[in-house]
C-alpha cells in the first residue's frame, strides 16, 4: 500500500494539507511518466509535472517557473 506510513524513512508529513498535495503531486508526477511511456511529447507530460510542482509550491511557498520545468524535462532520455 503506497500510502502506509513509512517510519523507517525518516519523512513524516503530519499536516493533513500537505499530505494531500504531497500524494496529489505523486500522482501528476506518474500520470507524466505514463504519458512519456506512452510516446507522447515531453510538452504534454509538462503539464502534469508544472501542476505537480504547483502542488508542491503551495506547501513551500516557492513559485515555480519555466526553467525549472525545462531543467526537469532536460533530465529525461526520450531516445530522439
Do not use: W
Not at 513524516?12 to 511511456?37: D, G, Q
Not at 507522447?40 to 508544472?50: N, W
Amino acid at each position: 500500500n503506497t500510502d502506509s506510513i513509512n517510519i523507517e524513512s525518516g519523512l513524516m508529513l503530519t499536516n493533513l494539507r500537505h499530505y494531500e498535495r504531497v500524494v496529489k503531486a505523486r500522482e501528476l508526477v506518474n500520470s507524466a511518466l505514463n504519458t512519456l511511456t506512452l510516446g507522447f511529447t515531453p510538452d504534454l507530460a509538462s503539464v502534469d509535472i508544472t501542476e505537480a510542482a504547483s502542488q508542491i509550491s503551495l506547501i513551500t511557498g516557492r513559485g515555480v517557473s519555466d526553467k525549472i520545468i525545462d531543467e526537469i524535462f532536460s533530465k529525461f532520455c526520450l531516445g530522439k
